[in-house]
Every structure is written in structure tokens, then in C-alpha cells.
């Protein structure tokens, strides 16, 4: 067992290294990987951080050592300040209760009966949106076409609830916001204090109550509603209403309001966000590769288009779920939320990280290692195809692993799977006046630095592709 190398710190104290995360987390991360090794240690103030690269490293401390770390708390404070003590920013056994209570609103059967919202969601969206009659196309800005589609999934799920144009718009702002706020307030050197001014508080402070406002209100029409004889409802908020937890005995035994408000709240914002710019990446990857939106396409037509059976349809469809694993693997929607501070010292990889110390687990570094994915900057989907090579564990983890592993990880897989299938089955997408995909930003989840364009060309029923030549003059008309 060997010591860790001496950290890194820029003077003074580590800041200017700080900034240099906060400008590019993705770039910092790659220079230290390519400088320092699979281990690369830093400093901030008093911190001692460690980046790790190698999956190995990345399992012991989120599974074989999960007990000896916990989720360092000043980003769950943070996070926090806006989403309440849910069961995304809480840690210990309040995390423990409220991640029990909440896994069976995620069982495959509520899956199942989610993937008829989810589809209908994508198609009513894309009738309102989209070209219609053959042959006709548009300019359309992907990430607003996405979190349409997806933000109307997660409230028919959560509150079996449609929303308004102008409502889902403000909402989507407010979102947008307020991750670019908590995104700033992670990497400021100290916390804000919240009764003092700072920058961004007004914005935040009105985005936070437009976003919690929203959710409240469908909370408190369920409430009345049940006060009037109505049952609590088989979508998510009526499953967290009725919930019960056998560890516990009353008055504990359910949500308390409160905890029933904040995780709606994190749910809402992490059910659709991320989903939103996967599935932004996705459309922008089958744009780039026209060939391979083309393989899907023959794909899915050999598929019945069936609601009620949709799950166990799309799961067969194993091109088109490879591509969507491609694309989040080449642009993880969650590129830094895998941190942990140890609790005492713990061997890693080799080395001892010392009790205090901070581990960041940098998945976008990993998704993109020559040695587990050839041609890393590369779209292949066929790495995630019957008979390739088989990975190292944990080399690819868009959702996380172990205890604290996305509970929405199956909801979404199918969520993605049925909203793509029904996009790329009647459109072809070509970038607009582009060659490349915008370089992708930081901002809590991997968004575009720029608005990704697409054309979007309606395609016949019959007829599932666009040749070349239509391609070419659709756009440049």
C-alpha cells in the first residue's frame, strides 16, 4: 500500500485550480488524467481531493466501500436550497427511509403502466411540433422538443397531470435557471448565506417558488380531492401519499408533507431534465449519422407499434437502445455528481485516501478511455450490441452504481427508448447548417454550449428513409 502523491495547488490556496473546474470541469479533468495517472491528487483551501480513472477505483468507493464514504454534504446542501430534503440530496437514514418508501413507485409494474403516458406524451407533442405531411420539415431547437416531451411525461407520472404551453415554457425557464445558479454556487470557494445578498439570489429565489408553487398545487387539488372520497391515485404522487414504511412505526410510518413536496420536486427536476438532454444528444447523434438512423428505423418497422404492450416492444429493439447508450456514453447527461468524502481511511486502487478527503469519480473521463472504448470520440453503437466485447464494470455508468444508483434509471430507460423509437420512426433529422454537434457545457447535467438545430422531415409510413439527394436539397431550401 503506497501514500498518496502530493497534491496539486495552484497559489494561492488552490483557487485559481478551482476556477479552472468551474470553466471546464471535462477538460480539467482529462489534463490531470493525461498528467498524473489513474490517481491524480489536488488541493483547495484545506481539501484534499483525489480524481480516480480507473473503473475499478470508481467500484470500490461507490460499492465494495460504500460504508467507509458518504456524499459530500456541501453540494447537498446546496442542492438542497432548492429541492428540499429529498431522496436525491439527502444522505444516512433519512436517505435510507425515504429511498425505501419510494423504490416500490418504481417496480417494473408502474413502469409498465407508465410507458402508455410516455408514449402518448411523445406523440401528442410531436402532432403539435413537428411536420405532419409528407415530405414536409423544419428547423427545430432539440432541447426545447425534448424537455416538452419529457417534462410532459414526468407530470402525467407524477400527478397524472397535462400542462399548459405557457406553464411548461416558464417552468422550463425557471429549471434552466436555476441549474446555471447551483452549477455557480458549487464552485464558489465559500456557501452563500441565505439571508444575505448574493449574486443570483432574486432569480433563484423566484425560480425556486415557480418550480415548488406548480408541484404544490397538484399536491394540494389531490389532497381535496381525497378529502371528498376520491382514492390517492395509482401515479407517483398517489403512491408516495399512500406509501407506508414496514420499518417504522406511526406517526413515521408515511411522507410527512414536506418530504412528500421536496421529492416531487427532485423528481420533477431530475425525471426530466436528464432525460431531455440524453435524449438531445441522441437526436443530434442520429442527425450526424443518417446511415445508422436508418438501421433503427428498419428496426422498429419489423416492431408492432403496441401501447399496451410498449415495454416488452422496446425492449427488443436492440440497435435502437444501443444508440441511446452510445450517446450517453459519449455525453453523460450527469458528469459529476459522483462524489464522495471518506469517513476514515480507506485503501483505493493502491493507495490509502485519507479520513476527510474527497473523491470525485469523473464519468465523463471514463466514458471516454481508449483502453475500454476504442475510438472514444467515435458513435458506435455496435459496443452495445449482442457479441462485443464485454466491458470492465463500472467503465459505463450514466446512471450510477450501487446503493445510491438512480431510482428513475428503468423509468427512463424506457421513457428515452419509447420517445426516440416514435421520433425516428416517422422524421428524418439532419443537422441545419452545421458539421459538427455544439461543444457540450456543464450546467449540473451536459447540456449544449450552443442550440442544436436539427431539420426534422416527415416521413412516409411506407417509406422510412430519406436518400441522399432529398437530404441535400431539404436543406438547403
Same mark, same amino acid.
Given at each position: ?229 376520491? !382514492? ?5 404522487? &398517489? #403512491?408516495?401519499? @399512500?406509501?407506508? /414504511?414496514?420499518? +417504522? %412505526? =406511526? ?7 414536506? !418530504? ?5 420536486? &427532485? #423528481?420533477?427536476? @431530475?425525471?426530466? /431534465?436528464?432525460? +431531455? %438532454? =440524453? ?199
Amino acid at each position: 500500500m503506497t501514500s498518496p502523491q502530493s497534491p496539486i495547488r495552484p497559489w494561492p490556496f488552490g483557487l485559481p485550480l478551482l476556477q479552472a473546474i468551474r470553466r471546464d470541469p471535462l477538460a480539467l479533468a482529462q489534463s490531470l488524467h493525461k498528467q498524473h495517472g489513474d490517481i491524480a491528487s489536488v488541493k483547495v483551501l484545506s481539501t484534499h481531493i483525489y480524481y480516480l480513472f480507473r473503473p475499478e477505483a470508481a467500484r470500490q468507493v461507490l460499492v465494495e466501500h460504500q460504508e467507509d464514504f458518504e456524499k459530500d454534504q456541501r453540494p447537498l446542501d446546496i442542492l438542497q436550497s432548492v429541492h428540499g430534503a429529498n431522496v436525491i440530496t439527502t444522505e444516512g437514514a433519512v436517505w435510507e427511509r425515504q429511498r425505501r418508501i419510494l423504490t416500490p413507485a418504481f417496480a417494473p409494474k408502474r413502469i409498465e403502466a407508465c410507458a402508455k403516458l410516455m408514449a402518448a406524451a411523445a406523440d401528442e407533442c410531436a402532432s403539435q411540433e413537428l411536420p405532419q405531411e409528407v415530405g414536409a420539415n423544419a428547423i427545430i431547437d432539440v432541447d426545447a422538443l425534448t424537455t416538452l416531451i419529457t417534462m410532459d411525461v414526468i407530470l402525467r407520472a407524477l400527478f397524472s397531470y397535462h400542462y399548459q404551453r405557457e406553464e411548461a415554457a416558464a417552468v422550463s425557464q425557471a429549471i434552466r435557471s436555476l441549474s446555471k445558479q447551483l452549477m455557480r454556487e458549487l464552485f464558489w470557494p465559500v456557501r452563500a448565506v441565505p439571508w444575505l445578498p448574493y449574486p443570483g439570489r432574486a432569480e433563484k429565489e423566484r425560480s425556486t417558488a415557480l418550480v415548488r408553487d406548480l408541484i404544490r398545487a397538484r399536491i394540494e387539488a389531490r389532497r381535496q380531492a381525497m378529502s371528498a372520497g376520491a !382514492e390517492a391515485g395509482e401515479d407517483i404522487l &398517489g #403512491l408516495m401519499l @399512500a406509501a407506508r /414504511d414496514e420499518q +417504522a %412505526t =406511526a406517526p413515521d410510518a408515511g411522507l410527512s408533507d414536506q !418530504e412528500i413536496l421536496d421529492n416531487c420536486v &427532485g #423528481l420533477f427536476g @431530475a425525471g426530466h /431534465d436528464t432525460s +431531455a %438532454t =440524453a435524449l438531445t444528444w441522441w437526436i443530434g447523434l442520429m442527425a450526424m449519422h443518417p446511415e445508422i438512423a436508418a438501421r433503427v428505423r428498419d428496426e422498429l418497422r419489423g416492431l408492432p407499434e403496441d401501447r399496451a404492450s410498449a415495454v416488452k416492444t422496446i425492449m427488443e429493439a436492440r440497435l435502437l437502445n444501443a444508440t441511446i447508450k452510445e450517446a450517453m456514453r459519449l455525453y453523460p447527461p450527469s458528469t459529476a455528481t459522483f462524489s464522495r468524502r471518506a469517513l476514515r481511511d480507506v485503501p483505493i486502487d493502491g493507495q490509502v485516501i485519507a479520513k476527510g478527503a474527497l473523491v470525485l469519480i469523473p464519468i465523463w473521463s471514463l466514458h471516454h478511455d481508449p483502453r475500454w472504448f476504442p475510438e472514444p470520440d467515435a458513435f458506435r453503437p455496435e459496443r452495445f450490441m449482442p457479441g462485443a466485447p464485454v466491458l470492465p464494470r463500472s467503465a459505463f455508468m450514466p446512471f450510477g452504481i450501487g446503493p445510491h444508483f438512480c431510482l428513475g434509471q428503468q423509468f427512463a430507460t424506457v421513457e428515452m427508448a419509447l420517445i426516440a423509437a416514435r421520433l425516428v420512426r416517422n422524421h428524418d433529422f439532419a443537422l441545419d447548417q452545421a458539421t459538427a454537434l455544439p461543444a457540450p457545457e456543464v450546467n449540473l447535467v451536459l447540456k449544449p454550449r450552443e442550440r442544436l438545430k436539427v431539420r426534422f422531415t416527415r416521413l412516409a409510413q411506407d417509406r422510412q428513409t430519406v436518400v441522399p439527394s432529398e437530404r441535400a436539397e431539404r436543406q438547403s431550401n
